[in-house]
């Protein structure tokens, strides 16, 4: 909360104050209304975030790319073993 405030109060000088019909219009804004009008400097600014990507059905091959089956590898499969069976060995 602090932060906020700090935020509001390091703006509010910047912004433009645009008062509701039954609101009078001050050269000092309040908190509230610096919130109000903090919108417009956050479009102003922008976001570091990236562009959204493009979303719906992929373009598939490009045309005259080459298509080859996949590699098919054989099935491994592991028997069961009986343990052997340790033979006595006489002296």
């Known amino acids: 909360m602090p932060l906020l405030t700090w935020q509001l109060w390091l703006v509010r000088l910047e912004v433009q104050d ?3 019909p039954w609101q009078k219009s001050s050269p000092n804004c309040s908190p509230g209304r ?3 009008a903090f919108a417009a400097v956050l479009a102003l600014i922008g976001t570091p975030a ?3 990507k493009p979303r719906g059905k992929s373009p ?3 045309p005259g790319q080459p298509r080859s089956r996949r590699i098919r590898y054989p ?3 592991k028997r ?3 343990p052997k069976v340790a033979t006595k060995k006489s002296a």
């Open 60 to 62: 598939g091959w490009p």
């Open 34 to 36: 610096t919130a109000n």
């Open 50 to 52: 990236p562009a959204p």
């Open 80 to 82: 069961f073993s009986k």
């Open 18 to 20: 645009s008062p509701l």
């Open 75 to 77: 099935t491994v499969r």
